[in-house]
């Protein structure tokens, strides 16, 4: 087919691959513009804008798709089908209708479970036992259009936000390709009014810890937010981020320190796996421990 690809952060790289890959005519890759990162404040190209800069696509990268011009140079590519995957620009009605068999969307969750900005993070915070990827034919909603295929996965007990988000974007590079080549024949499935949910976009002021929760909130706010924006605590005086953990046994004053980086919390006791000081790379916990030493109490 021939294909108009919009998508921008690493999650949709795995798609562009898979669709070259299968044969596909990638007509032109949208993406949001470069923008000023690091420490030198250089414009950098999204990752998708990298990749198909190194595979020598045409990229467009527009401030808005709402002006006639944009449109009509959209439609111009006369493509078959748009592939979107986490691009970041709301797409007016007229850009939905222009490709013959209409915008695909891979949606990383069980919809109608997980509309929205932070799907991964928010299914492994609310404790979900399983998410997924959906192909969605969209509509001028936020993710609303009914559904062309599905495929799930278990969420694990030590399963991070960054370790998920590889997996669904394997499995959704492979549906998106198993999706097309069925495409003609794939009856589109209305998504229930039960059951819908909203992953509001993660918020810095979620990333703090609070030892009186329960160990089982803490253990799923720490995977959800790693590596980004990443869970922290104090430690004597210094932010340190805390990116991996798991349930252990144990009680005690929540923030008290049990045993190594097992800390107690409202309700049992949380084991920290992976930490990151300021400044400094991650690093496995026990491993941190050798350059610094743990109060009594966490804050």
């Not at 919009?6 to 949208?30: K, N, Q, S």
Request: with cysteine.
């Amino acid at each position: 087919m021939r294909v108009v690809f919009m998508g921008t952060p690493d999650f949709a790289v795995r798609a562009l691959d898979a669709l070259i890959a299968a044969g596909h005519e990638i007509a032109c890759v949208y993406t949001q513009p470069p923008r000023p990162a690091g420490r030198g404040k250089q414009d950098r190209l999204t990752p998708v804008h990298a990749r198909a800069q190194e595979r020598g696509l045409e990229v467009r990268h527009p401030a808005s798709l709402r002006r006639a011009e944009a449109v009509a140079e959209f439609a111009a590519l006369n493509a078959d089908v748009a592939v979107v995957v986490a691009y970041g620009l709301i797409l007016p009605q007229a850009v939905l209708d222009a490709p013959g068999l209409g915008c695909l969307n891979i949606h990383a969750s069980l919809l109608p479970r997980w509309r929205g900005a932070a799907p991964i993070q928010r299914a492994i915070m609310a404790g979900d036992a399983e998410t997924g990827v959906c192909i969605m034919q969209m509509q001028a909603g936020l993710d609303t259009g009914p559904v062309l295929a599905r495929e799930v996965t278990g969420i694990g007990p030590e399963d991070t936000a960054a370790g998920l988000h590889d997996r669904l974007a394997a499995l959704g590079a492979g549906l998106i390709v198993a999706t097309l080549a069925r495409l003609p024949d794939l009856v589109p499935e209305a998504q229930p009014e039960a059951g819908v949910t909203y992953a509001a976009k993660i918020d810095k002021a979620e990333a703090r810890v609070d030892w009186s929760r329960p160990a089982a909130e803490v253990d799923r706010q720490i995977r959800g937010l790693s590596p980004f924006p990443g869970a922290w605590c104090e430690v004597a005086g210094e932010r340190v981020k805390l990116l991996g953990s798991r349930l252990a046994e144990g009680r005690g004053a929540p923030g008290q320190v049990l045993e190594g980086w097992t800390i107690a919390c409202g309700t049992g006791a949380v084991e920290i796996t992976r930490v990151q000081r300021e400044g400094k790379r991650p690093l496995v916990a026990a491993e941190a421990l050798r350059g610094m030493s743990l109060p009594a109490l966490l804050s």
